[in-house]
């Protein structure tokens, strides 16, 4: 069955560090998500994007945050200038097509510890 | 505000009962809601999907309901397994004009053999 690959699926950075998290979206599909669990807490949406661009974001989507789909494949999220807050799990996901029920494939995350 | 209430409290069944889990939303007009299945330190995983013009949804030992005006949507798992034991997350689409799904904090079901 397709999967979406995400890497690494751990990291820990120095707070201030750039990271950068990979993830590899189903092939066929078209939409792509990212978006990041606290410890304990509920999944919330960070960004989507589709064609190329991004077509919604959440407020916590701030200028630290940006990604991109730089080649056929991959799906990336950076943050610039890392802080204790940004810890928490990172999940890429993707949808097939636009049919109004959004129904997302997830990986298996990143886990982002910030120290 | 918009709020996406499921219990905090972990659900304990034990083997062979139903289980249902509630999902319950205040401002929202959601077009659809999803049942997603989410074990620990891993992505959720799709179950289920019902529209706001559908009454209830069956897929094999699952079943969803979804009452508009109650703002309520219940999932049930019937004959459980501890197999079944996971974290179960409500999501809705459409806040804002938006589709992208919102997701509740979930509730934890505990099947015990």
């Known amino acids: 069955e397709p999967e979406v690959t995400q890497t690494p699926s751990h990291q820990v950075t120095q707070m201030g560090q750039e990271v950068i998290l990979r993830c590899v979206p189903i092939?066929?599909?078209?939409?792509f998500y990212w978006y990041r669990q606290i410890l304990g807490q509920k999944v919330e949406f960070l960004v989507s994007?589709?064609?190329?661009?991004?077509?919604?974001k959440s407020e916590i989507f701030d200028d630290q945050f940006s990604v991109e789909r730089p080649d056929g494949s991959n799906f990336t999220l950076k943050i610039r200038s890392t802080k204790l807050e940004d810890s928490a799990m990172y999940f890429c996901?993707?949808?097939?097509?636009?049919?109004?029920?959004?129904?997302?494939?997830f990986g298996a995350g990143s886990r982002l510890t910030v120290l | 505000s918009q709020k996406i209430e499921q219990n905090s409290e972990a659900l304990n069944i034990q083997e062979g009962k139903t289980a249902t889990l509630t999902c319950n939303y205040t401002?929202?007009?959601?077009?659809?809601l999803q049942w997603y299945r989410q074990d620990p330190g891993r992505g959720p995983v799709f179950l289920l999907l019902?529209?706001?013009?559908?009454k209830e949804k069956r897929k094999e030992r699952l079943k969803v309901t979804f009452d508009t005006t109650l703002k309520q949507s219940l999932f049930h798992i019937t004959a459980s397994q501890p197999a079944d034991s996971a974290t179960y997350l409500c999501?809705?689409?459409?806040?804002?004009?938006?589709?992208?799904?919102?997701f509740g904090r979930g509730t934890s079901l505990i099947v015990h053999p």
């Open positions: 996901a993707s949808q097939l097509g636009g049919s109004g029920a959004n129904v997302l494939t």
């Open positions: 092939s066929n599909h078209l939409y």
């Open positions: 994007f589709y064609n190329n661009e991004i077509s919604e």
């Open positions: 401002n929202y007009s959601p077009a659809y």
């Open positions: 019902i529209r706001e013009n559908e």
């Open positions: 999501a809705l689409g459409r806040t804002g004009g938006s589709y992208i799904p919102t």
